[in-house]
């Protein structure tokens, strides 16, 4: 039937898009168009367009969907997957919408009964203020994901608490195993032995602080922005009975003291820092090394486009996040006196690093829900589905970078040959 309610929307979003929907369309009074072997959009009530009609695009549909006046039936991750294929081909034109698309939509709105005030944004989306990348915004920033709740992460990741990606030296190794295999590799190239010191900048729940002490003898001093990662660590140092070897600290890196360390580490934090300040973040990782000892940098980059991760990424889960070209990166460590000696890329360890993450939200999905309700949970799954199509499709990658600070003779102490 060409005039149904789920015609008429598949009809213009097509118009829109330079192509026909990639996925099925299913309308609030039952009618469906589109595809028929893909997964089906489901569009539950109105609202859900008045959504898309005030935020079209990428940020209206992820309101749509946290807040359930959209839902996927099928598999969410293989609806991405039909819209990315099409886009990279260049079928789907992704057209601005003009003055011309404006008064159609208008006119097919006032048609459909969609018209209406703006509905409210959800309470997850961050609403920052202040100053960019200023020491209050940028906590303000990292409390909006990190102090969710330490039960909903101890219920997500494995046992070490590790919020970054994994690395997997086998076709069947666990994520546990993965991510200790991940913070073993970055003790061994920061060539850590008994007696070290060791800073850890931006040290999340405390996996390589407590790994470091534990199996390499080394004295650490981790800092963090987040209330909640504090707390968690400190319980975790009083239970492995590191408390006298490692100290934590809510600390933000341009509060560090000028006392080098033997070795420093920043695994996944650099991505907020923001490319402004990201000069005084490496000029601080280089301040405090010693002459001759090393840096490890575990980081996510991208290109050009949206270096933040879009609209979605920027709202609800790393507000003011900014990545970049492994290259620019690499630019940064050089002009702040380091030298990198190896890059070492990740992403396809990331990839199943994140759907392991996606399978126990799904497993737990109820207890999920209890603790952060479920428009909270909606947000994770479509973050990890996301995120790991990202990863899988060469959109996003993720590289360990290992520098030195060498001595005033330039030697770097490094080893002939690769020790790791």
């Known amino acids: 039937m060409p005039h149904t309610t789920a015609h008429r929307l598949a009809s213009f979003a097509g118009k829109l898009l330079g192509g026909p929907l990639p996925v099925g ?35 209206g549909l992820a309101r749509a969907y946290v807040t359930g006046d959209l ?16 886009t990279r081909s260049g079928e789907l034109n992704r057209v601005k919408p003009g003055p011309r698309e404006w008064a159609e939509a208008v006119r097919l709105a006032a048609r459909l009964g969609v018209a209406g005030l703006p509905p409210k944004p959800p309470a997850e989306e961050a609403r920052l203020s202040g100053k960019l990348h200023s020491l209050l915004r940028d906590r303000s920033a990292i409390a909006h994901h990190y102090d969710l709740s330490n039960a909903f992460y101890q219920l997500l990741l494995d046992e070490s608490m590790a ?17 200790h295999d991940k913070l073993e590799l970055i003790c061994r190239k920061l060539g850590l032995r008994p007696g070290m010191r060791l ?3 931006g040290c999340g729940w405390g996996s390589l602080l407590v790994h470091a002490a534990k199996h390499h003898g080394v004295e ?23 408390a006298d070897r490692v100290e934590v600290r809510r600390q933000d890196y341009r509060e560090l003291p000028d006392a080098p360390f033997d070795a420093v580490a920043s695994i996944e934090m650099g991505e ?8 005084a973040y490496a000029a601080t990782l280089h301040r405090m090394v010693k002459p001759g000892g090393r840096v490890l940098l575990q980081q996510m980059s991208r290109g050009d486009v949206a270096p933040g991760g879009g609209a979605f990424i920027e709202r609800y889960i790393a507000p003011d996040m900014t990545m970049r070209p492994v290259g620019r990166t690499i630019g940064h460590l050089e002009t702040a ?11 396809e360890h990331y990839v199943r690093t994140v759907r392991a993450w996606a399978a126990t939200l799904e497993r737990n999905w109820a207890d999920v829900v209890a603790l952060i ?4 949970a909606r947000v994770w799954r479509l973050y990890l589905v996301g995120g790991a199509l990202a990863f899988e499709e060469n959109r996003m990658g993720v590289d360990q970078i290992l520098a030195v600070r060498p001595d005033r003779h330039g030697g770097s102490g490094m080893p002939a040959t690769r020790e790791w």
Do not use: K
């Open 71 to 86: 839902d996927v039936e099928g598999d969410l991750a293989d609806g991405f997957r039909r819209i990315w294929a099409l």
């Open 337 to 347: 006196g380091l030298e990198v000696r190896d890059v070492h890329a990740l992403r």
């Open 199 to 201: 800073l850890d900048v």
């Open 220 to 242: 650490a001093v981790g800092i963090t922005l987040s209330a909640e990662q504090l707390q968690h660590i400190r319980g975790r140092l009083a239970q492995h009975d590191l």
């Open 272 to 279: 907020h820092v923001g490319e402004v300040n990201y000069p």
């Open 163 to 179: 919020y970054s990606c994994a690395y997997f030296t086998t076709e069947s190794a666990s994520l546990e195993q993965a991510q």
């Open 373 to 376: 309700g479920e428009t909270g």
């Open 25 to 59: 369309l299913r309308t609030w009074d039952g009618t469906r168009a589109g595809a028929r072997d893909a997964p089906m959009v489901v569009l539950r009530n109105r609202r859900a367009l008045r959504r898309l009609l005030y935020a079209p695009g990428e940020l």
